[in-house]
């Protein structure tokens, strides 16, 4: 099990940047892959980018491919999205999710088992 809390999110302008935080409990953290999704009003849940359990691989979204990066510290238990040159569009709410030994490359909401409860990012323009 494991419990995972976004913080970062919050209003920025266009072409601005946020980093996202997730920070997760427990003691094997480094044994899940991590991924950020994100909703906007009145659309389902998309995939944004995942990372894999050791850091050393990344998926991202083509949608965010060259402004959003994903990282993690295994240290502190923490994964990170860095997101450049925002967009009106990428307003939503963020969510961390988690899976046990899972792929790097999974994009499906079912592909992770753990879930936070969600940061808005707003950016305006």
């Known amino acids: 099990q494991v419990q995972l809390v976004e913080s970062g999110g919050g209003l920025v302008q266009a072409g601005g940047s946020l980093r996202l935080s997730c920070a997760a409990s427990g003691r094997t953290f480094g044994s899940y892959t991590m991924g950020w999704f994100r909703q906007a009003p009145g659309k389902e849940r998309e995939f944004v980018a995942a990372?894999?359990?050791?850091?050393?691989?990344?998926y991202h979204a083509d949608s965010v491919k060259g402004r959003f990066t994903i990282s993690r510290d295994n240290a502190k238990n923490t994964v990170y999205l860095q997101m450049n040159s925002l967009k009106p569009e990428d307003t939503a709410v963020y969510y961390c999710a988690a899976q046990r030994w899972g792929s790097f490359r999974a994009t499906m909401e079912v592909d992770f088992s753990f879930w936070g409860q969600g940061t808005q990012v707003t950016v305006s323009s």
């Open positions: 990372i894999s359990w050791t850091g050393g691989s990344t």
